[in-house]
């Protein structure tokens, strides 16, 4: 993750794209496009620990192109609102004071 992340830093803020979180093995099954919960809050914990500032898009907007590398930006979305959001998502981002996108 961390070549990744500092090829995106290089060329902008990067965005790190989702779809759904889930708890536990049974709901493989039933989603495609998911992370498992355990696995996403690692990579908030390494952002959080290599300071990493998650912000809006409207949050970007407000930063002049010439500061944003400064500091290290990035952006997280999830696609679709679904509850696993709420449920899951939302709790960790209090926990790690960090923001997120959803698209409903």
């Not at 989702?18 to 390494?46: P, V």
């Amino acid at each position: 993750m961390l070549k990744i992340l500092k090829y995106l830093f290089e060329k902008e803020v990067p965005i790190l794209m989702y779809h759904r979180l889930i708890k536990n093995a049974d709901e493989k099954k039933i989603h495609t496009i998911y992370l498992d919960i355990n696995e996403f809050e690692k990579q908030l914990k390494y952002l959080k620990d290599n300071s990493y500032i998650t912000i809006t898009f409207k949050d970007l907007c407000k930063i002049p192109k010439e500061e944003r590398k400064n500091k290290k930006y990035i952006i997280l979305t999830f696609d679709d609102g679904y509850k696993d959001n709420y449920d899951l998502l939302f709790p960790l981002l209090k926990k790690y004071n960090m923001k997120a996108v959803i698209y409903m």
